[in-house]
């Protein structure tokens, strides 16, 4: 349709004294197909042609000539109909030629997508795992337009929250490991975090040992270096199993203990030359006044780091590892003030790149049960979270196929499960909070992933029905059986006689099916999957009212293949866009 689209915009150039880029805006989608493909309003037109805009619309129409397209007079606007053999082939073909590439760009963008941004006193939890979905999605859609992206992540491995575990270890741990207590080895830091925030109400002392623990560290004392090694080791080796779980790859990490030095130095070299100031209590800070942002502490009077030191630092490191054109932080929304101030400083210090960098802003996840905090101890953890969605999904699917075997009943269950959370957490815009709820997600009905899935499947199952190669014939000439290749389909249905895609839901398939170029582009311009997502629902949708109204393998074999050759397209697409949201298909359900 976009092909359409811009001829439609040159050819009518020659007939209105505006430009194309004037007309591309001004061309429009109507809200009723049956008022055509596309309307153009001639109300600009007007004072120029000093003609009503209907009377414009009625001379433009009698002259308008296109191949393929008719104009039409409805009022003041100008409606184009395309014919819809032109626009089933058009498609059709486009798509069978490119396969899984259609709709792939080619920008050449250098992009770093930061995600998820652990502290290491804790297990990733549920909003570790909707930035991680955001984060690995928005990589694969800007890939998928041909930019150049890195996932790079920072891991928080320092600081006063750091120091609240290992104090609760040194006083509680008795020599404990996570092998001794049988306990993953990031919740086991995570238990003693816990118990930190129970010990404090009791004991408010710690505070000021939490404090000095943090001097002693930045000063380098060997038994609390040793003792942060050992923590810290573990929160990161638990980190690697849930990112592999997840199928999650970072490229790098940056420690924020190995650039916070190098922040100081940042901030200090621009206290020397009049940047920055000290306040009162002897703490570097940035004036923002003029900006609205206040006085924001970049060094404490103690001479600490706060974290946006190692931000600052960070981003400079990141720009001469990487020499990249746009920076993303996926971060929760409840830093929107933090990343404000950080470009803000980073404009101070007269960095090029501080309009390159976009905070990806998303909101929270709860649970049915209420929401999450984890210094209570009552937060649901990743790992805990798709185990638990498993194990739904795998009692399904037991009892819809009892006589399944266990290997194909394990990939199937692992498939479906994070088909049904990745597609929940991501259908929803970023900066929304949202309630996950595990059963609905793995509805096989609603815009859930296993829908979708399913939908995808239901294309396999018809073509794994089919026993006769479309269009071809035996030795003998006559057409027969020829048990039929999956692989062999979309080459012998790339001479099926699309014509025949005449009807209504035809037409309404085909246009579904072209929306997805459009949808992929303004879903990475817009860093916006949850448009990816409503969209492969919406087309799961469309195929599967089609497959209800046509009984395709029952129509003669010229009509057969033209509508085989339609919804091979389908399962393309829903391929390549599942795959953008990480989703695994499945060609069996």
């Not at 006589?403 to 994070?418: C, F, G, N, V, Y």
Request: proline letters at 5%; one cysteine or more.
């Amino acid at each position: 349709m976009d092909r359409f689209r811009q001829e439609i915009v040159e050819a009518l150039e020659a007939y209105v004294p505006i430009t194309s880029e004037e007309i591309d805006q001004a061309l429009e989608v109507p809200p009723d197909p049956k008022l055509g493909d596309y309307a153009f309003p001639c109300f600009p037109l007007a004072k120029a042609l000093k003609k009503a805009p209907a009377d414009i619309a009625k001379d433009i129409a009698s002259r308008f000539t296109m191949p393929n397209v008719t104009a039409k007079a409805v009022g003041p606007y100008l409606n184009f109909f395309i014919e819809k053999k032109a626009i089933a082939e058009s498609v059709i073909k486009e798509i069978q030629k490119q396969g899984e590439t259609y709709g792939r760009q080619h920008n050449k963008s250098v992009v770093l997508v930061e995600s998820p941004g652990p502290n290491t006193n804790k297990p990733l939890h549920l909003g570790h795992l909707r930035n991680i979905l955001l984060g690995s999605t928005i990589t694969n859609i800007l890939r998928f337009y041909g930019n150049d992206v890195h996932i790079v992540n920072v891991v928080n491995d320092r600081g006063v929250h750091i120091c609240k575990s290992m104090l609760a270890y040194q006083k509680f741990g008795n020599g404990l490991t996570p092998e001794k207590a049988k306990r993953k080895s990031d919740y086991f830091v995570g238990d003693f975090y816990v118990k930190y925030a129970q010990a404090e109400k009791d004991h408010p002392e710690y505070e000021q040992e939490i404090q000095q623990m943090l001097v002693k560290w930045e000063d380098g004392d060997p038994e609390t270096i040793a003792l942060w090694k050992k923590m810290n080791s573990w929160a990161v080796e638990g980190f690697k199993q849930t990112y592999k779980t997840l199928n999650f790859n970072i490229e790098r990490d940056y420690y924020e203990s190995d650039t916070y030095r190098h922040g100081k130095d940042i901030i200090l070299d621009g206290l020397k030359k009049g940047i920055f100031q000290k306040d009162e209590e002897g703490a570097v800070i940035a004036d923002l006044e003029k900006q609205g942002l206040g006085k924001k502490v970049l060094l404490r009077g103690n001479g600490t780091s706060v974290y946006i030191t190692q931000d600052i630092y960070m981003a400079k490191k990141r720009q001469e590892d990487y020499k990249f054109n746009e920076m993303i932080y996926v971060v929760g929304n409840e830093q929107e003030f933090h990343f404000k101030v950080l470009f803000e400083v980073f404009r101070l210090l007269g960095w090029k790149f501080a309009d390159s960098c976009y905070h990806f802003s998303y909101g929270m996840v709860e649970l049915p049960e209420g929401k999450m905090k984890s210094r209570e101890g009552n937060v649901v953890d990743i790992d805990e979270l798709i185990e638990g969605v498993m194990e739904i999904a795998k009692a399904e699917l037991k009892e819809r196929y009892p006589e399944l075997a266990k290997p194909e009943l394990e990939r199937r269950t692992k498939a479906i499960a994070m088909a049904a959370i990745r597609f929940f957490f991501l259908k929803f815009d970023p900066p929304k909070n949202f309630v996950y709820n595990p059963k609905e997600s793995l509805s096989f009905e609603g815009e859930t992933g296993p829908y979708v899935l399913y939908a995808y499947a239901r294309i396999c199952s018809i073509f794994s029905k089919l026993g006769e190669k479309p269009g071809q014939k035996d030795n003998a000439g006559h057409k027969g059986r020829q048990g039929l290749q999956k692989a062999d389909i979309s080459a012998d249905l790339s001479h099926a006689d699309l014509s025949l895609l005449t009807t209504e839901p035809d037409r309404k398939l085909v246009t579904t099916l072209s929306a997805f170029k459009d949808i992929a582009e303004e879903a990475a311009a817009r860093r916006k999957p949850s448009l990816l997502a409503h969209y492969l629902f919406e087309l799961a949708t469309a195929f599967t009212e089609y497959y209800h109204l046509n009984p395709i393998l029952k129509e003669n074999p010229e009509l057969r293949d033209a509508r085989l050759a339609l919804i091979d397209c389908v399962r393309t697409v829903l391929k390549t866009g599942l795959n953008l949201l990480d989703i695994e298909v499945l060609e069996e359900m």
